[in-house]
T-cell receptor
Framework: DTAVSQTPKYLVTQMGNDKSIKCEQN?????MYWYKQDSKKFLKIMFS???????INETVPNRFSPKSPDKAHLNLHINSLELGDSAVYFC?????????????FGPGTRLTVL | GEDVEQSLFLSVREGDSSVINCTYT??????LYWYKQEPGAGLQLLTY?????DMKQDQRLTVLLNKKDKHLSLRIADTQTGDSAIYFC???????????FGTGTQLKVEL
């Protein structure tokens, strides 16, 4: 039933570790996104993929590497985690042919780096 | 560059109307949106307006757009406790995939 799902919901890890967050959508959309929401609730786009191809990369550090194995999945791998990476990460999806660019969001993954 | 601003907090009494305001700088904005985020949850699209419109009504929600002043507002009529959440405005351009979000307004509804 779930339209955009993310795993895990919570992730607590030590500085320096490498971790991945997974995202899947069953809406038949061809574009997927990762957003970061910081502790002040400010929400900013990180990446966007269309048909498995990277189309937006908003000056995100190289430690973040998105991977899209197919149109329905967009995973986010983070190397050498830092304290400042602590945030809520949201995945979203849309259909690029819809002019209004309505994006559907997942429930978020709260990452805490200790 | 794009910049979208909102006031941080709004407190209203149950049953009153709430008006949440947003200003943006990108004159190329084509679509403007209002999203709702409840505690611990993702964002839910409430409504959107195309830039050639100045008003859109959807049940208790009324969106007003002043394109000249680059000002967007969301009015919630008969505000209920279930409306307590953070409300984000956002903008995008036609054919563009990027949503630029405002800073979010925390709406608190008091009994």
């Amino acid at each position: 039933d779930t339209a955009v799902s993310q795993t895990p919901k919570y992730l607590v890890t030590q500085m320096g570790n490498d971790k991945s967050i997974k995202c899947e959508q069953n809406l038949g959309h061809d574009t997927m996104y990762w957003y970061k929401q910081d502790s002040k609730k400010f929400l900013k786009i990180m990446f966007s993929y269309n048909n498995k191809e990277l189309i937006i990369n908003e000056t995100v550090p190289n430690r973040f590497s998105p991977k899209s194995p197919d149109k329905a999945h967009l995973n986010l791998h983070i190397n050498s985690l830092e304290l400042g990476d602590s945030a809520v990460y949201f995945c979203a999806s849309s259909h690029h042919q819809r002019d209004n660019n309505e994006q559907f969001f997942g429930p978020g993954t709260r990452l805490t780096v200790l | 560059g794009e910049d979208v601003e909102q006031s941080l907090f709004l407190s209203v009494r149950e049953g009153d109307s709430s008006v949440i305001n947003c200003t943006y700088t990108d004159s190329s904005s084509t679509y403007l949106y209002w999203y709702k985020q409840e505690p611990g949850a993702g964002l839910q699209l409430l409504t959107y307006i195309f830039s050639n419109m100045d008003m859109k009504q959807d049940q208790r929600l009324t969106v007003l757009l002043n394109k000249k002043d680059k000002h967007l507002s969301l009015r919630i009529a008969d505000t209920q406790t279930g409306d307590s959440a953070i409300y984000f405005c956002a903008e995008s351009r036609t054919g563009g995939n990027k949503l630029t979000f405002g800073t979010g307004t925390q709406l608190k509804v008091e009994l």
